[in-house]
């Protein structure tokens, strides 16, 4: 046989394992993919019973990396969640956290909801996210000693951000009259009462108003 017909054949054998090979990844990622969309309901559900589980809307990888997630872009939809889960945890009303599992908690939504106000694609999504910012700064005033002029800044310009992404962010726009009240010394009175956060649906309902953990 001719060294052209070896090469030939090489080529054509090679040629055949790679395409069955890019056929079971695919196949593996589309049932990651099929997967990982009921998780997110599934995982919504769980929330509402139990939203100290540390697995929620997580599922198992045939294909590492995150590939499912970057495929479905829904990382900022599953980050959202997770802050909302953070923040809920977190007690936002306890105005004394002596408890470092509640500060990483805090932290830990900090960080994911700054990362959605800054760089997510949905505008409704960033303004929610800059509204519970907002909140969080909002928790820690009470206790803020050393830069209270400050921190009324961050938390005015995150709630600004939150009503110039979406105007009809009402929660928002509470929580600004709030702050600008705060900082000259009044405090609007509101009873407390409201629905825990949903963090599949619009964010934390009734602004000044939620469990504990659910925001403002």
Not at 65 to 79: E, N, R, S, T
Request: hydrophobic share 45%.
């Amino acid at each position: 046989m001719m060294r052209a017909d070896l090469v030939k054949r090489a080529a054509l054998v090679a040629g055949g394992l790679l395409c069955m090979a890019l056929a079971v990844v695919l196949g593996l990622l589309a049932i990651d993919i099929a997967r990982y969309r009921d998780a997110l309901p599934a995982g919504d559900v769980r929330y509402r019973v139990s939203p100290s589980d540390d697995d929620l809307w997580n599922t198992s990888e045939l294909i590492p990396f995150g590939a499912k997630a970057k495929l479905l872009d829904v990382q900022d939809d599953v980050d959202f969640r997770r802050a909302v889960r953070a923040m809920r945890l977190a007690r936002l009303k306890d105005e004394t956290v002596s408890d470092p599992e509640l500060a990483l908690l805090r932290t830990e939504a900090q960080a994911l909801l700054e990362a959605i106000a800054s760089g997510d694609n949905d505008h409704a999504r960033r303004s929610r996210a800059a509204n519970l910012l907002g909140a969080l700064g909002l928790a820690r005033l009470p206790s803020e000693t050393q830069d209270r002029a400050g921190l009324v800044q961050s938390i005015a310009s995150n709630l600004r951000l939150a009503i110039e992404l979406d105007p009809s962010n009402d929660d928002a726009k509470y929580n600004l009259e709030l702050t600008l009240q705060r900082s000259s010394g009044i405090e609007l009175t509101e009873g407390a009462g409201g629905v825990n956060p949903a963090p599949g649906g619009s964010g934390v309902k009734g602004a000044g108003a939620g469990d504990p953990g659910s925001g403002y």
